[in-house]
C-alpha cells in the first residue's frame, strides 16, 4: 500500500456505499469520508432555520456558513453541525424527502466539493489513505483516486436494503414507503451527477446477490488489483 490510497466509491441509493466503504475503511485501516452526509447536515441547517430550499441563492450562501464537523473514523463517523450532534437527525424521513433540493444546487455542489477534497487529503495524511463515498466522487471530486468503484444494484435489491435499514423491514408496504426516497433521490440526483454507468476506469462492483461481507470482500479484492506491486 502507498503511503496514501484515496479509495472512491459511488452508486445509487442502496447500493451498499456507506456500510461497504466503512467495513473497506475499518479493514484497511484508513479513514472514512461520507459525502451525502454533508449534503444531509446542510439540509438539517437549512431546515432548521426556516430556509427557502428552493432558494438557490440563500442554501448556497449557508453552504458557504456551514459550521460542519465531521468525524473521518469508521468506527465513529460523527456529523455536528454549529456544536450539535446531528449523526441521527440527517437521517430523518424530514432531511431525507428534502435533500434532493439541496444536493442538486450546482453552487452548493462546488462549495462541498472543495471541503470534501480537503478533509479527504486531511484523512489521508493522518491514517495514510481515505476511502470517500458518495455522489460524483469517482468522477469529479476525486477523478484521480487509486481505487475507483461504482456499486451498483438492482431496484428491488436496492430497495428492500433501504427498507430494513428505515422501517426494520422489507415487507410490501415498507418497500413502497421507501420508494419514494431510493427511486425519487436517484432520479433527481441524475440530473447533477452521473452514478449509474462506470466511468472510464471505474470498476463496477453489482452486490445485487452480495451480503454486506460478500460486498466488502468484493471492493478488497479490487483495492488488491489496483495496490499490487507489479512483478519484476
Same mark, same amino acid.
Given at each position: 500500500?502507498?503511503?496514501?490510497l484515496?479509495i472512491a466509491?459511488d452508486g445509487?441509493?442502496?447500493?451498499?456505499?456507506?456500510s461497504?466503504?466503512?467495513?473497506?475503511?475499518?479493514r484497511l485501516?484508513v479513514?472514512y469520508?461520507?459525502?451525502?452526509a454533508?449534503?444531509?447536515?446542510? &439540509?438539517w441547517w437549512?431546515l432548521?432555520?426556516?430556509? %427557502?430550499? +428552493?432558494d438557490?441563492?440563500a442554501?448556497? $450562501?449557508?453552504? *458557504?456558513? #456551514?459550521?460542519?464537523?465531521?468525524?473521518t473514523d469508521?468506527?465513529?463517523?460523527?456529523?455536528s453541525?454549529?456544536?450539535?450532534d446531528?449523526s441521527?437527525?440527517?437521517?430523518?424521513?424530514?432531511?431525507?424527502?428534502?435533500?434532493?433540493a439541496?444536493a442538486?444546487?450546482l453552487?452548493?455542489?462546488?462549495?462541498l466539493?472543495?471541503?470534501?477534497?480537503?478533509?479527504m487529503a486531511?484523512?489521508a495524511?493522518? &491514517?495514510g489513505?481515505?476511502?470517500?463515498?458518495g455522489? %460524483?466522487? +469517482?468522477t469529479?471530486v476525486?477523478?484521480? $483516486?487509486?481505487? *475507483?468503484v #461504482?456499486?451498483?444494484a438492482?431496484?428491488?435489491?436496492?430497495?428492500r436494503?433501504r427498507?430494513?435499514?428505515?422501517h426494520?423491514t422489507?415487507d410490501?408496504?415498507?418497500?413502497?414507503?421507501?420508494?419514494?426516497?431510493?427511486?425519487r433521490r436517484?432520479?433527481?440526483?441524475s440530473t447533477?451527477?452521473?452514478f449509474t454507468?462506470?466511468a472510464?476506469?471505474v470498476?463496477?462492483?453489482d452486490?445485487?446477490?452480495l451480503?454486506?461481507d460478500?460486498?466488502?470482500e468484493?471492493?478488497?479484492?479490487?483495492v488488491?488489483?489496483?495496490?499490487?506491486?507489479?512483478a519484476?
Amino acid at each position: 500500500m502507498t503511503a496514501t490510497l484515496t479509495i472512491a466509491i459511488d452508486g445509487p441509493s442502496g447500493s451498499g456505499k456507506s456500510s461497504v466503504s466503512r467495513a473497506v475503511a475499518r479493514r484497511l485501516g484508513v479513514g472514512y469520508l461520507d459525502t451525502g452526509a454533508m449534503y444531509r447536515a446542510l &439540509t438539517w441547517w437549512c431546515l432548521e432555520r426556516d430556509l %427557502d430550499l +428552493t432558494d438557490a441563492q440563500a442554501v448556497a $450562501a449557508a453552504a *458557504r456558513e #456551514l459550521p460542519l464537523d465531521i468525524g473521518t473514523d469508521p468506527d465513529d463517523p460523527t456529523v455536528s453541525v454549529g456544536g450539535t450532534d446531528v449523526s441521527e437527525a440527517i437521517r430523518s424521513t424530514r432531511v431525507s424527502t428534502a435533500v434532493s433540493a439541496v444536493a442538486t444546487n450546482l453552487e452548493v455542489r462546488s462549495v462541498l466539493r472543495t471541503l470534501q477534497r480537503d478533509l479527504m487529503a486531511r484523512a489521508a495524511e493522518q &491514517t495514510g489513505g481515505v476511502v470517500a463515498e458518495g455522489r %460524483d466522487i +469517482t468522477t469529479v471530486v476525486a477523478p484521480d $483516486a487509486r481505487v *475507483r468503484v #461504482l456499486l451498483t444494484a438492482s431496484e428491488e435489491a436496492r430497495l428492500r436494503r433501504r427498507s430494513a435499514e428505515l422501517h426494520g423491514t422489507a415487507d410490501a408496504a415498507a418497500v413502497e414507503a421507501t420508494r419514494d426516497q431510493v427511486v425519487r433521490r436517484d432520479r433527481d440526483d441524475s440530473t447533477v451527477s452521473t452514478f449509474t454507468e462506470a466511468a472510464e476506469g471505474v470498476v463496477l462492483v453489482d452486490t445485487s446477490e452480495l451480503d454486506l461481507d460478500e460486498s466488502v470482500e468484493a471492493v478488497l479484492d479490487v483495492v488488491a488489483a489496483h495496490t499490487a506491486e507489479p512483478a519484476e
